[in-house]
Antibody, heavy 120, light 107 residues
Framework: EVQLVESGGGLVQPGGSLRLSCAAS????????MTWVRQAPGKGLEWVAN????????YYVDSVKGRFTISRDNAKKSLYLQMNSLRAEDSAVYYC?????????????WGQGTMVSVSS | QVLTQPPSVSVPPGKTARITCGKN??????VHWYQQKPGQAPVLVIY???DRPSGIPERFSGSNSGNTATLTISRVEAGDEADYYC???????????FGGGTKLTVL
């Protein structure tokens, strides 16, 4: 079964750090672009970052540039999001997703999401 | 880059729902559509403007022309009630952009 499972969310104070993980199974992880998307409570979807198959190309939404880092370990079939200098506005459910085709492709497989709460 | 969606659309069961996604010259981009029900992850329902993933009913279709992309849901059912989002890749900024979402209510 094709599956993505996120972990690593939780409650963190403003200025703190968290590392999210996304474990892939059921497909050739190294063949796909991967992405992180977040959704604040009661709000719409917001793209966070993309990473190419070999990790050489990465793109970020402006609001997280310099604070968040997307990475992957193809041997472990895992995607990561290192989040530093967290702010209250980063509070959201974070989803990892698989990108079909090239960087402009659709997000065809989604994880169940992991909740990040930034609060003192 | 902004994708404009109506906040809400309401239709009676059995009728046709049309959800729009507006942007100048959107026809030059590939548009993808997602359905999200409360408490669940989004599900891809249309990709590359008109393609339907396996398992998505034929009642779901997409089009993209001029400044508007449209998700059409024929013979709407109660189970189609959800939030729907359009999405594109902006090659100039290297950003993914989502529309603000449309809440579909089945009356």
């Amino acid at each position: 079964e094709v599956q993505l499972v996120e972990s690593g969310g939780g409650l963190v104070q403003p200025g703190g750090s968290l590392r999210l993980s996304c474990a892939a199974s059921g497909f050739t992880f190294s063949s796909f672009w991967m992405t992180w998307v977040r959704q604040a409570p009661g709000k719409g979807l917001e793209w966070v970052a993309n990473i190419e198959q070999d990790g050489s190309e990465k793109y970020y939404v402006d609001s997280v540039k310099g604070r968040f880092t997307i990475s992957r370990d193809n041997a472990k079939k895992s995607l990561y999001l290192q989040m530093n200098s967290l702010r209250a506005e980063d509070s959201a459910v974070y989803y990892c997703a698989r990108v079909t085709g090239d960087v402009s492709g659709a997000f065809d497989i989604w994880g169940q999401g992991t909740m990040v709460s930034v609060s003192s | 880059q902004v994708l404009t969606q109506p906040p809400s659309v309401s239709v009676p069961p059995g009728k046709t729902a049309r959800i729009t996604c507006g942007k100048n010259n959107i026809e030059s981009k590939s548009v993808h559509w997602y359905q999200q029900k409360p408490g669940q992850a989004p599900v891809l329902v249309i990709y590359y403007d008109t393609d339907r993933p396996s398992g998505i009913p034929e009642r779901f279709s997409g089009s993209n022309s001029g400044n508007t992309a449209t998700l059409t849901i024929s013979r709407v059912e109660a189970g189609d009630e959800a939030d729907y989002y359009c999405q594109v890749w902006d090659s100039s900024s290297h950003h993914v952009v989502f529309g603000g979402g449309t809440k579909l209510t089945v009356l």
